[in-house]
């Protein structure tokens, strides 16, 4: 018995990877252990959380993904972002009815370099006819201020989740609720493109297949062909959406909101579903699991935690 059927097992590390792309507008933070052999990249997998340690192996499968990509470009109204290096790292559940459930490490799935918005502050407001404006323009230009760098940051979970989508092209995988944070002290602390009630919602899909590749390893690590876990490398793909709308900012200037009129103008927000892109170019996902789940019901969780802390260099 092998870690999964083919198409779910590509759908879910397709619509993994997918999540990940937006996530390259961010701030990287600390990685996990070093881990070794075939588990290395699996550094922030939440083998620990109760819903990975509560999969059974039978009605429940547990799965480590990691997504990673070099760059691509995201498109916001009228301002357009290059994205850096992105990791995503996620448990994911695989239930018997097909369905799945996500589960995010307890630091956050997203991990990024930092992206910096084009013309900083004067590129995102000035010129303006707002007085207030106005005169932090004169002040801008030449100024360290002027800087401003953006983070993705989820804002709600995941949601219809399609594992067919996954292996297929041209059809939404999932939906994710996403919002922007723009960081420059002249913004203040609380400056936000979407939010928890109006978020953006990204539906990416897959514009050609990856290349597939598979490999079998014992508990901690190391390769073996006749080894207790499985690994599935998907490498190549591009993945793009341009359904999404995206809201005006809020919260921008040092007196709340002060600023929010003249970036929305300057940068085209609100701005509808049609208007907006994102493109991830050359995806590099792994997905890891039992190769025969089953055969350790009731366990699969606990052994894949096990096997996980076991491979901790």
């Known amino acids: 018995m092998r870690l999964f059927a083919p198409r779910t097992g590509l759908a879910t590390v397709s619509a993994l990877t997918a999540l990940g792309a937006f996530a390259s507008m961010g701030t990287a933070t600390a990685a996990g252990p070093a881990l070794n052999g075939e588990w290395a990249p699996f550094t922030r997998c939440p083998v620990d959380s109760a819903a990975m340690r509560a999969a059974d192996g039978l009605a429940r499968t547990p799965q480590c993904v990691v997504s990673t990509s070099a760059g691509g470009s995201v498109k916001l109204g009228?301002?357009?972002?290059?994205?850096?290096?992105?990791?995503?790292?996620?448990?994911?559940?695989?239930?018997?009815?097909?369905?799945?459930?996500?589960?995010?490490?307890p630091g956050g799935a997203l991990v990024a370099d930092p992206a910096t918005v084009p013309g900083g502050l004067l590129g995102l407001m000035c010129p303006s006819d707002i007085p207030v404006i106005t005169s932090l323009c004169r002040t801008l230009e030449g100024s360290a201020l002027n800087k401003i760098t953006a983070t993705m940051e989820s804002v709600g979970a995941p949601y219809a989740f399609d594992q067919t989508a996954g292996v297929l092209?041209?059809?939404?995988?999932?939906?994710?609720?996403v919002r922007i944070h723009l960081e420059n002290p002249l913004l203040g602390d609380h400056c936000y493109i979407g939010s928890k009630a109006s978020p953006i919602v990204l539906r990416p899909e897959n514009l050609n297949l990856p290349e597939f590749g598979m490999?079998?390893?014992?508990?901690?690590?190391?390769?073996?062909?006749?080894?207790?876990?499985?690994?599935?490398?998907?490498?190549?793909?591009?993945?793009?959406?341009?359904?999404?709308?995206?809201?005006?900012?809020?919260?921008?200037?040092?007196?709340?909101?002060?600023?929010?009129?003249?970036?929305?103008?300057?940068?085209?927000?609100?701005?509808?579903?049609?208007?907006?892109?994102?493109?991830?170019?050359?995806?590099?996902?792994?997905?890891t699991g039992l190769t025969a789940p089953g055969t350790v019901a009731p366990d699969a969780g606990r052994i894949v935690a096990e096997n996980w802390h076991s491979a901790v260099r």
């Open 78 to 105: 009228d301002t357009t972002v290059a994205t850096g290096r992105t990791d995503l790292q996620i448990g994911v559940v695989q239930n018997a009815d097909g369905t799945s459930s996500v589960v995010a490490p």
């Open 169 to 177: 092209t041209d059809l939404p995988i999932v939906a994710l609720p």
């Open 215 to 287: 490999s079998f390893f014992r508990g901690d690590g190391t390769p073996d062909e006749a080894g207790e876990m499985s690994r599935i490398d998907l490498t190549g793909a591009t993945q793009s959406d341009s359904t999404f709308a995206v809201p005006g900012a809020t919260g921008c200037g040092l007196n709340v909101g002060l600023i929010n009129a003249a970036v929305n103008l300057k940068t085209g927000l609100p701005s509808a579903a049609g208007n907006n892109s994102l493109t991830l170019d050359d995806t590099r996902t792994h997905l």
